[in-house]
């Protein structure tokens, strides 16, 4: 085994360790503020005791991830060499969407439009195409370390298969903004958005490993570490939520780290989890519209409906996460058939 599996693997342990030592007192400093969650009429009324929860909790999770990443490269960062500039990408997206995440999240607390309504969903979409785009830039012409960027490795074929840079950018785009979302409509129950994130990011961490991508590989571990430094306070009943701020960030940063390994059809299959939130939502609305007004789930997001159906909030989480780690198992032993 190569040291920097042992050494990444450290790094999100000692990140764990970090995230909850500090979250007990980030917790009391949220309920000071009085920065709870408006929860949505509109959802299952067994979530409404849920009202008043703090918020904005993915703070928790950027903070160490942010400091101990830069912290391990900026010595490297100052040579000429920028040996470890290809972590800056990853930083910045995790930086910038949970900014725009904390934005949306302030604006629900200040309910100054609907019950738990953030930012305009128009507005929120924009900023995420912008800072798609800038990433996807700096992965097509930038250095630095993105030698698997701007192409793909497709399953069961050998080789890496480069592509325009006029098709490639969209791609990207589509695939930030996308789970970006993803990741955001499946974080509805304590525990889930965490869980599903850590796995994903886990069989990234090895895809990269695999690779010779020693930065990202230390990247994913240290975000496995947050996520599960996390969890020791969102797991049910949680005594926080993670909010936009996080949310956003993890699917954003999941895509951006998928699109440096070249593994990004492997996606949807290592986070099924999240596309078959947004799968179902879609199916929803679309199947609403053709039968103009019947419904094809109990309600969506997904998980929503298996709890309408009797199973209880800590059952949806546990069985999701079954399926979410066998997924990214299955998605990890792909990568290796080339």
């Not at 010595?75 to 725009?100: H, K, M, Y």
């Not at 309504?117 to 930038?142: D, H, N, S």
């Not at 949807?268 to 596309?275: D, K």
Request: include cysteine.
């Amino acid at each position: 085994m190569t040291p920097e599996l042992p050494f990444a693997l450290t790094l999100g342990a000692i990140t764990f360790l970090l995230t909850a030592i500090w979250g007990s007192p980030f917790v009391e400093v949220l309920r000071r503020l009085r920065i709870g969650k408006q929860i949505r009429e509109s959802g299952p009324q067994s979530h409404m005791v849920k009202t008043g929860t703090p918020t904005m909790g993915g703070i928790l999770i950027l903070v160490p991830v942010v400091l101990i990443t830069l912290g391990l490269n900026i010595a490297r960062l100052l040579q000429e060499s920028l040996t470890g500039s290809s972590i800056l990408l990853p930083l910045f997206v995790l930086i910038s969407f949970g900014i725009l995440g904390a934005i949306d999240d302030w604006e629900g607390i200040r309910g100054i439009r609907e019950q738990g309504e953030g930012i305009r969903a128009r507005t929120k979409f924009a900023g995420q195409v912008v800072l798609a785009v800038i990433t996807a830039l700096v992965m097509a012409f930038v250095g630095g370390g993105f030698q698997n960027a701007n192409g793909v490795y497709i399953p069961l074929v050998p080789g890496f298969i480069e592509m325009p840079v006029w098709i490639w950018i969209p791609i990207a785009v589509v695939i930030i903004v996308g789970f970006s979302n993803a990741v955001n409509i499946a974080d509805g129950l304590d525990g889930l958005s965490g869980l599903i994130t850590a796995s994903a990011f886990a069989a990234y961490g090895v895809i990269a490993q695999l690779q010779g991508q020693t930065f990202l590989v230390q990247f994913s571990f240290i975000m496995v570490g947050a996520c599960f430094g996390f969890l020791w306070y969102n797991a049910h009943p949680a005594q926080m939520f993670m909010g936009d701020v996080g949310a956003l960030a993890l699917g954003a940063a999941l895509a951006t780290v998928a699109l440096m390994t070249g593994q990004w059809l492997l996606l949807p299959l290592i986070a099924i989890i999240p596309v078959a939130e947004v799968a179902s939502v879609i199916l929803q609305v679309s199947y609403f519209r053709l039968t103009h007004g019947q419904r094809l789930f109990r309600m969506t997001p997904i998980h929503h409906h298996f709890e309408l159906g009797g199973w209880s909030e800590t059952q949806v989480v546990q069985r999701f996460w079954l399926v979410g780690i066998l997924s990214a198992m299955v998605g990890v032993s792909l990568a290796l058939l080339r």
